[in-house]
């Protein structure tokens, strides 16, 4: 099994936009949305492949001196192996290389294996949203805002 986690390429909104219809099918983002996002100040990416098959992506918008996860997302089929982890690992050394000093992210208070993942990078709550996501069913889900400080990566000299 050969794994990739590569930069997402301008072009990728459909794709992309496919890719995350298949890990959100409650909240997809179509290609226009995906390509609002791609065309913003500062918004950079990867995409995770398993033999060729995309199985993963994260959009992450450096805002200066802090990154924001946009959105990250491995497909159903190849949860719980280690993609969510190599893309979030790739967006902090992108991070280190562009000198952010922390990182920041919203995820669903009821997304258990989402909260282990980031928990286990170091992201700690720093917050909340109440009624941030909408359910299919309408339920309003709160949102936790997690924040990591991203330390010895910055030098001043």
Known sequence: ??????????????????????????????????????????????AASEDGAACGFVLVRDLGDEIEIVSLGTLPSYRRQGIGRALMEAALA????????????????????????YASLGLAPAGTRPRYYRRPDGTAVDAVILRLDIAGERSDG
């Open 1 to 46: 099994m050969t794994r990739l986690i590569a930069p997402l390429m301008p072009a990728a909104a459909a794709p992309l936009a496919m890719l995350h219809a298949a890990c959100f099918p409650d909240d997809p983002w179509d290609a226009a949305a995906i390509a609002q996002v791609l065309a913003m100040s500062g918004v950079f990416g990867f």
């Open 94 to 117: 992108e991070a280190g290389r562009r000198f952010c000093s922390s990182l920041v992210l919203e995820v669903a208070i009821d997304n258990a294996a989402a909260r282990r993942l």
